[in-house]
């Protein structure tokens, strides 16, 4: 006969489990939408530097520009940054990214390309360090909701491993945020930048909103102002210095709107993950207390079995 004790600490030991992973539901809830605001707060900045840039393309050809961002050169070896989190408790988004990467890095070995890794997240630094790959830089410890100082520091690295030759193109690697319960891991070249990639084209902002008690996701087209120069206005600079200045920007931005995608992606995944651990907890609790209550019962009726048996022997 089962133990009822055992199975009533093992029934408060599983709510107990239940408040921690609805608490972590919320919690993630919560910074999602810290990150939608993060991401409605850097847009104003994003639509004017389109503009400018925009602007600048008007005036002139960005293929006769000579700057080193714009410059594509045989590619022999290819930067991967892979974007990935810190902590798991989040389902499968640490490991499809990974797996995104490593396919990639396979595909670029195939083509006879070498490759090397600049590694955001402790759990991407982790997975590739124990497999011996080719590792340039690591960041970790970068806040759940990312900053535009910490762009700007992978930038850098970006960068500098681009200018002098380490790499002659990077590639992004990230997840890609769709909905509270669908994120892809995805590719973007980031260097060099693609005068293409530079014009004016419908994105999109995810709005996390509740209905009917229920967290969902609402995606807005938005298309920033691309209005030309007037062909009179007059530059103190040269616009291809302008460009030069502004080009390391524009990249800080890409890579910053990349970190919000993962970081919103990623706690989405959390959010979800403990969502479907409260609901197993509340199965697990409720086969458990049907245990207990079919035990409780047969060891009642036992008892009055015994009660019954011991009257009869006294007759």
Sequence with gaps: ????????????????????T??????????????QEQVIATRPFADRLAQVLYGLQSRLRFEEANLPLLRTRDVKTVGLLVISGDRGLCGAYNSNVIRRAENRAQELKADGLDYKFVLVGRKAVQYFQRRNQPI??????????PTASEAAQIADALLALFLSDTVDKVELIYTRFVSLISSRPV????LPLDPQGLEAADDEIFRLTTRGGQFQVEREKVTPPTQAFPR?????QDPVQILDALLPLYLNNQLLRALQESAASELASRMTAMSSASDNAAQLIASLTLSYNKA??????????????GAEALK
């Design 232 to 236: 009179d206005m007059i530059f103190e």
């Design 296 to 309: 409780r019962q047969a060891a009642i009726t036992q008892e009055i079995l015994e009660v019954v048996g």
């Design 1 to 20: 006969m089962p133990n009822l004790k055992s199975i009533r600490d093992r029934i408060q030991s599983v709510k107990n489990t239940k408040k921690i």
């Design 187 to 190: 590719i973007q070249t980031l």
């Design 136 to 145: 340039e830089a690591t960041f970790t410890g970068l806040e759940q909701v």
């Design 22 to 35: 609805q608490a972590m539901r919320l919690v993630a809830a919560a910074k999602v939408r810290r990150a």
